[in-house]
C-alpha cells in the first residue's frame, strides 16, 4: 500500500510535467515533504527518478506532436549536464534549510518570469517556424551561461526546471508555448540522465520508492499531454501560475517556521 501512494504521486506529478512542460520535481518534492515522511535530500533523489520518466515520456509524445525544437534542446541540455550532475553530487553537503531556500528562491523566479507581459503567437503555422529554428550566435550567448547556472541549481533540487525553462523559452526566444513545453521537456531529460547518477553516488533513498512515482509518472504525462491538447495555451498559464503560488506559500511558511524556532532556542 506504501508503494501504492507513491505511484498515485507519481501519476500527478507526471500529468503535471505533460501539462505544463516541467519535470514534475516543483510539485513532487513538496509532496514528498508535506505528506510522506521523505526527508529533504531523500525527496530530491526520488524527484530525479521522476522528472527522468516523465520527462523521457512527455518527450517522445512531443515528439510526435512535432512539438520540439530539437537543436534548441540539444544546446541547452548538453550546456548544463555536467553542472546538474555536481549540483545532484554535491547534495549531501548543503542543509535541508539552504535546498527549501533554493527551491523558494527558482519558483519565485519562474513565477516573475510569467507575469512579464509578452507578444505571443501560438498558432500551428508559427508553432511549425519556431520548431525548426535555427539558433545563431546571440542565441548561443543566452544560452550557454544560463545553462551553467541553472543546471548547477536544479541539480541539486532534483527538478528539471521546466518550470523556468518554460517562461524563458518564451520571453528570450519568443517560443510559442506549446513548442516551449515540448523543448522544456527534452532539456530536462538530458539533465535527468546524469541527475539520477549524482544522486545515487551521494544520497541515500529507497529505489524502489522512487521506482513508484516514475512508473506512475509514465501513464501521468501521457494524461497531461493529451490534456494540453484540449485546452487553451491560456488556461495552461493560469494552472502553472496557481500551482506555483501554492508551493511558494507552502514552503515560504516552512522555512519562516524553521527559522523562528532557532531564534526561539537562541533566545531560551
Do not use: W
Request: proline content about 2%; hydrophobic content about 55%; overall charge positive.
Amino acid at each position: 500500500m506504501e508503494y501504492l501512494k507513491f505511484f498515485g504521486i507519481g501519476i500527478l506529478g507526471g500529468a503535471v510535467a505533460g501539462l505544463l512542460g516541467i519535470g514534475g520535481g516543483v510539485l513532487i518534492i513538496p509532496i514528498l515533504l508535506y505528506i510522506t515522511s521523505v526527508e529533504v535530500k531523500a525527496a530530491t533523489a526520488i524527484s530525479v527518478v521522476q522528472t527522468f520518466f516523465a520527462s523521457s515520456f512527455g518527450t517522445l509524445f512531443n515528439h510526435l506532436q512535432k512539438t520540439i525544437n530539437f537543436r534548441y534542446a540539444l544546446i541547452f541540455g548538453l550546456s548544463s549536464t555536467v553542472t546538474y550532475f555536481f549540483g545532484s553530487y554535491f547534495t549531501q553537503y548543503i542543509t535541508d534549510t539552504t535546498i527549501k531556500v533554493i527551491y523558494l528562491c527558482t519558483a519565485v523566479l519562474a513565477i516573475v518570469l510569467f507575469f512579464i507581459k509578452r507578444n505571443n503567437s501560438d498558432s500551428s503555422k508559427e508553432s511549425k517556424i519556431v520548431a525548426n529554428l535555427v539558433p545563431d550566435n546571440k542565441a548561443y550567448l543566452k544560452i550557454v551561461p544560463i545553462s551553467l547556472v541553472a543546471g548547477f541549481a536544479f541539480g541539486i533540487l532534483g527538478v528539471g526546471g521546466g518550470f523556468f525553462y518554460v517562461p524563458l523559452l518564451v520571453i528570450l526566444f519568443d517560443f510559442p508555448l506549446k513548442i516551449a513545453i515540448g523543448t522544456s521537456l527534452m532539456i530536462i531529460f538530458c539533465n535527468a540522465i546524469f541527475g539520477i547518477a549524482g544522486k545515487l553516488l551521494a544520497v541515500r533513498f529507497d529505489f524502489f520508492i522512487g521506482l513508484s512515482v516514475a512508473l506512475g509518472a509514465i501513464g501521468g504525462s501521457r494524461i497531461g499531454v493529451y490534456i494540453n491538447k484540449k485546452i487553451k495555451p491560456q488556461i495552461i498559464r493560469v494552472i502553472f501560475v496557481i500551482l506555483l503560488t501554492i508551493t511558494i506559500i507552502r514552503v515560504g511558511v516552512d522555512l519562516f517556521s524553521s527559522f523562528t524556532c532557532k531564534q526561539l532556542f537562541f533566545l531560551s
